[in-house]
């Protein structure tokens, strides 16, 4: 366990449709990472937040957004989804610059 | 830019003999290295990392890998594979002269080890 948690674990919505991917990272971890992982696209780097700012963009569509909240947590905003949003999103977190451990991942279908 | 290739999409081993998994980079400025594990349906487990000093790491499971700045690889190694070491295995890079933490991960090598 690596002590970073995400819920849900699976997801089922539909096209068009609004969901919100939630992640608590480590205890005193100020960084929080979201990462995509499709079968074509391998593990894609979304987005990263560092004590509540953004720090760092990746391939993040326009239609995904996030947020980190003062008590570190972070959320994963998914809008206008499309079927090739079906992937696992995983959150890591770690401290300032150090080694990323990963959540279990939430299972996004899109149907 | 940073990046990193994993050449092989999957590697089978026979139990109790010596494992390999590929894997080189490119960056500008000095690499901070990882390696992280993935078995089906759960998230990536760290495994070790490379950031400067010894050139062979030692991480979790038994596993090491070694730094070549010459060949730019970091290849992952473990001396006597076991039937659980059955995963996904990906190579990670960081550009140490980057301002971001961002990573870039490698595609995966799938590692099968045969009974």
């Known amino acids: 366990d690596s002590g970073v948690t995400q819920t849900p674990k699976h997801l089922i919505t539909a096209t068009g449709q609004r969901v919100t991917l939630r992640c608590s990272p480590r205890?005193?971890?100020?960084?929080v990472y979201w990462y995509q992982q499709s079968l074509d696209q391998g593990l894609q780097f979304l987005i990263q937040?560092?004590?509540?700012?953004?720090?760092a963009k990746g391939n993040i569509l326009e239609r995904f957004s996030a947020q980190q909240f003062p008590d570190l947590h972070s959320e994963l905003n998914l809008s206008s989804l499309e079927l090739g949003d079906s992937a696992l999103y995983f959150c890591?977190?770690?401290?300032?610059?150090?080694?990323?451990?990963f959540g279990p991942g939430t299972r996004l279908l899109v149907l | 830019a940073q990046s990193v290739a994993q050449p092989e999409d999957q590697v089978n081993v026979a139990e109790g003999n010596p494992l390999t998994v590929k894997c080189t980079y490119s960056?500008?400025?000095?690499?901070?290295l990882f390696w992280y594990v993935q078995y089906p349906n759960r998230g990536l487990q760290f495994l070790l990392k490379?950031?400067?000093?010894?050139?062979l790491v030692k991480g979790s499971y038994g596993f090491e890998a070694e730094f070549n700045k010459s060949q730019t690889s970091f290849h992952l190694k473990k001396p006597s594979a076991l039937v659980s070491d059955s995963a996904l295995y990906f190579c990670?890079?960081?550009?140490?002269?980057?301002?971001?933490?961002?990573?870039?991960f490698g595609k995966g090598t799938r590692l099968h080890i045969l009974p």
């Open positions: 490379y950031i400067t000093g010894d050139n």
């Open positions: 990670a890079v960081r550009d140490l002269r980057n301002r971001d933490d961002k990573i870039i």
């Open positions: 937040y560092y004590n509540g700012e953004e720090r």
């Open positions: 960056v500008s400025g000095n690499p901070y």
């Open positions: 205890s005193g971890d100020l960084s």
């Open positions: 890591a977190s770690s401290v300032d610059r150090g080694t990323q451990y």
